[in-house]
Every structure is written in structure tokens, then in C-alpha cells.
């Protein structure tokens, strides 16, 4: 079972700076933080993370999700050839009414991946994928005229309507952003084995706070914290808090 133990010292030390504050503390979060990547939780993680422990997490996901990214990739480029090489008049037809749509869609790529790509701009997220979800009719006949099979039909539909304007599925499924991809579309799954590998957590069986110490401004802390694994093997480990908006997060 895991567990958090403060040693006297610290509470004390941590009474001087943080009494009052209410929420959180600065140990706790760094508990918390722990005790998620050890149970594989990003978005708890995430919950008290901020700044470079926020991209990390980002990263670590991004690790987690690359083990879809190659059958996305093999999939969808198979049914690219098949539907662009497959010779049916039906499908130019069937193209031929929303060309303009599809130039719409293309204008508001600034690239393929910043649909996907973290961060990116909210806005024309949206509205991309408003764009997609109107021509969705088209990618479902055409599916529909070549007997298109997949595991995920919604995912490959969408990913078909967003390479044609840009011309390519190359430059749509370039490997710096197939992991968001595959996230996005739930085609891979981060799996809590994987995120405790990743972060280097793994197994947490207790957790004790060795010194909590205020930093450089009472909005800064400093957390050192004796992390035990299932085997009773010990490592220590500091970690650097900051208060943003009345929380205590890792950054």
C-alpha cells in the first residue's frame, strides 16, 4: 500500500511558510505527482504539474502512444493508395461537388500535424474539425463504393478527408506528430505499465518525506522525498514546487 510519512522536522518547517494557505501543501504535491506516474494517472500527474514537469508528462504520453503509430501509418497509407489509384469514375463524382470544402479544409492547415500537435491553437482545432466532421458523408461513400475494411472506421475516415486537400499522406502522417494522432483518434492507448517505466517511478510501495524547505519566495518550495519500490530498494529524489493560483504544483 502506498503511503506518505513527514518526518517531524519537515512538518514543522513546512508550518512556518505554508500555514494558512489551505489546498494543498508542498510535499503533498509532490506525493501526489509520485503516486500517479506509479500508478500510470498522467492526468492526475498533470493536475499538479506545471511548467518543464508539464512537458514532460507531454513527452512521456507521447512515448506511451507510439506502439499504434506504425499500424496507423501501414493502414492508412493502404487505404490511401486503394481509394486515389482505384480507378472508379464513381469516386471522382463523388469528390467532384465539395472541392471547394475541400480547399476551405487545406487553407486552415498550417501543416497537417498542428491539428494534433501540442500545443496547439484552439480555435482552428475546431474549426477543423468541424470542416472534417461536414465532409464525413463523402469519406463514408467512398469507404462504402471500395468495401473498405478497418478496425477504426471514424479515425481513418477523418484522416483520409484531412490528407486529400493537403495533397499527401505523407506530410499528414509524419512521424513528430503520429503519436498526438493516434491519441487523438484513440487508435493507441497509454497503458499505466508504460508510464511508470517511462517517468522511471515503476513500482511505489512508500513514499516519506525526508525535508520539505522553502525556496527562494514563499511561493517556492523544495521537496526531498525517500521513494520505496515493492522490493525495498530506496532512492531519493528532490523535486522543486512552485504555488499558482493558491495550488502547489511540480515544476
Not at 7 to 31: E, H, I, Q, R
Not at 66 to 73: I, M, R, T, Y
Not at 172 to 189: S, V
Amino acid at each position: 500500500m502506498k503511503k506518505s510519512v513527514m518526518s517531524t522536522a519537515a512538518a514543522v518547517v513546512l508550518g512556518l511558510f505554508v500555514s494558512g494557505c489551505g489546498g494543498n501543501t508542498p510535499d503533498g504535491a509532490a506525493v501526489t505527482y509520485v503516486n500517479a506516474l506509479a500508478k500510470g494517472d498522467i492526468e492526475t500527474a498533470k493536475s499538479v504539474a506545471s511548467g518543464y514537469a508539464q512537458k514532460e508528462l507531454d513527452e512521456i504520453t507521447r512515448d506511451c502512444a507510439k506502439g499504434g503509430v506504425e499500424k496507423l501509418k501501414t493502414e492508412f497509407e493502404e487505404i490511401y493508395r486503394t481509394i486515389m489509384h482505384g480507378g472508379k469514375l464513381e469516386a471522382d463524382e463523388m469528390l467532384k461537388p465539395h472541392m471547394n470544402e475541400f480547399i476551405e479544409l487545406g487553407k486552415t492547415f498550417t501543416g497537417g500535424g498542428a491539428l494534433f500537435v501540442q500545443p496547439y491553437d484552439a480555435e482552428k482545432k475546431k474549426m477543423i474539425n468541424e470542416r472534417v466532421e461536414k465532409l464525413m458523408p463523402v469519406a463514408e461513400q467512398l469507404f462504402s463504393l471500395y468495401g473498405i475494411k478497418t478496425e477504426n472506421p471514424e479515425a481513418m475516415k477523418k484522416i483520409f478527408i484531412m490528407a486529400l486537400p493537403l495533397g499527401s499522406f505523407r506530410e499528414l502522417l509524419d512521424d513528430n506528430y503520429l503519436p498526438d494522432m493516434a491519441l487523438e483518434y484513440g487508435i493507441t492507448k497509454v497503458t499505466p505499465e508504460c508510464v511508470a517505466e517511462k517517468s522511471g517511478m515503476g513500482t511505489v510501495d512508500e513514499i516519506n518525506v525526508i525535508e520539505t524547505k522553502q525556496g527562494d519566495s514563499a511561493d517556492q518550495a523544495e521537496v526531498r522525498l525517500e521513494i520505496i519500490n515493492a522490493n525495498g530498494e530506496s532512492k531519493k529524489q528532490e523535486f522543486d514546487i512552485e504555488k499558482i493560483k493558491d495550488e502547489w504544483k511540480v515544476k
